[in-house]
């Protein structure tokens, strides 16, 4: 049996710096879209980012509204 070697030790450390932002903002926004299906997929399977990616630029919706409550300035 062969050992890991430096590269590809490397490799699989490049390819984590670069699926865990991509996983962390797909749960983040599939949870705040209440897209239950998505969420489930992307914490069950790891593939890489690839599943995050496609969800991130083609199945989810931008949040155009920001929800945030607004005092009212005009008491005197």
């Not at 865990?20 to 069950?44: E, T």
């Amino acid at each position: 049996m062969n050992g890991l070697n430096d590269q590809t030790i490397s490799l699989l450390i490049l390819l984590a710096l670069i699926t865990l932002p991509l996983k962390i903002i797909g749960l983040w926004r599939s949870a705040r879209n209440d897209q239950k299906w998505w969420f489930g997929a992307m914490v069950v399977l790891n593939t890489f980012g690839i599943l995050e990616l496609f969800y991130l630029f083609y199945f989810s919706k931008p949040n155009k509204h920001i929800h945030r409550k607004h005092k009212d300035t005009d008491a005197e």
